[in-house]
């Protein structure tokens, strides 16, 4: 009786996808079935073997959901779609199977067609090989998805948190905020963009306001000839806002809004202490993203004003 195991990997981290395993294993008995366990009890170097084999041997599916697909419909929502997605690529295989075997307590395939030949098994992932297959495959192939994107997110350490909310990942994310693998929608993350899980928009608010007159100030410089690098790097006392290159030059740009011309331009808000913090930033980035060093560096103001967010001015404090 062929048996259908099914595990998810990265329901908790505060980056990166969603992943679940679907496999089915060889009728016949194979020696390295002894090894098979919960892909977290197994060394790194021991799973990506172990993955190897089931991938060559077995018939596997992997479902992914990524973290702005999972921001969108909400963890359990993504749980549901990973299982499905990972099913439909062992269907494709014609493999013929006669059960599934779910690890935890829920039903992601209820609502459909196969959801009769599920059975839940809490710690399958440690019990049933099929699931342990699946968690093994799953991990493997999630964390070498991580493994890649550290290198171009390298502040965050995703290669060697996976993403998960470690002391160091949190603070990663209070010193240069969140890149585009973050997911918005688990704290600290939601806090700090706005992010509404019911309208799936960011809360129109003070930060809102802020971050769309960013947005104006971002298109204003791409149509100046500027390549956007960076934005919202945050230190422990200072966020620059838009990080831009052009001609030879790396920009450190503030932006600031007023509702009107009553409270004066940009610059006013520009004192002597912020120009200090704008510069101690500056210098931050550019420790740890080597790659622009040979770039000059300037500070830069953006003054952006009215209810249509019109860019009046932007200059350059050096």
């Not at 499905?84 to 059960?99: C, N």
Request: neutral net charge.
């Amino acid at each position: 009786m062929a048996i259908l195991g099914i595990d998810e990997v990265g329901r908790g981290p505060l980056a990166g996808p969603l992943v679940v395993g679907a496999v089915i294993l060889p009728d016949t008995t194979k020696e390295w079935y002894l090894d098979l366990k919960d892909s977290k009890k197994l060394s790194a170097k021991k799973r990506e073997r172990l993955s190897e084999i089931i991938l060559t041997e077995a018939a596997v599916g992997l479902g992914w959901v990524t973290n702005n697909e999972l921001d969108e419909v909400g963890i359990s929502e993504a749980l549901k779609l990973a299982t499905r997605r990972a099913v439909k690529e062992v269907q494709r295989l014609h493999v013929s199977f006669s059960q599934i075997i779910i690890d935890g307590k829920v039903n992601f395939l209820s609502d459909t067609p196969l959801g009769k030949y599920v059975s839940t098994v809490v710690k399958a992932d440690d019990k049933i090989r099929e699931v342990s297959a699946a968690s093994i495959v799953a991990k493997v192939a999630r964390d070498k998805y991580m493994i890649d994107i550290a290198m171009k997110y390298p502040e965050y350490g995703f290669d060697r948190h996976m993403g998960y909310g470690t002391a160091a990942h949190r603070r990663a994310i209070m010193e240069y905020g969140i890149c585009p693998e973050h997911r918005r929608s688990f704290e600290p993350c939601k806090s700090m963009t706005g992010y509404d899980m019911e309208s799936k928009s960011v809360v129109k608010n003070t930060t809102s306001i802020g971050q769309h007159g960013e947005e104006v100030v971002a298109e204003y410089l791409v149509r100046k000839g500027h390549e956007i690098v960076a934005r919202n790097h945050k230190t422990y006392f200072y966020e620059i806002d838009i990080i831009s290159i052009c001609d030879g030059k790396i920009y450190f740009t503030e932006v600031k809004y007023r509702k009107n011309d009553y409270a004066g331009g940009g610059l006013m808000a520009i004192d002597d202490k912020k120009q200090r913090q704008m510069r101690y930033a500056a210098e931050s980035f550019l420790k740890f993203r080597q790659e622009f060093l040979e770039y000059d560096p300037l500070l830069a103001v953006a003054d952006v004003t009215g209810a249509d967010f019109e860019v009046r001015d932007w200059f350059t404090l050096d």
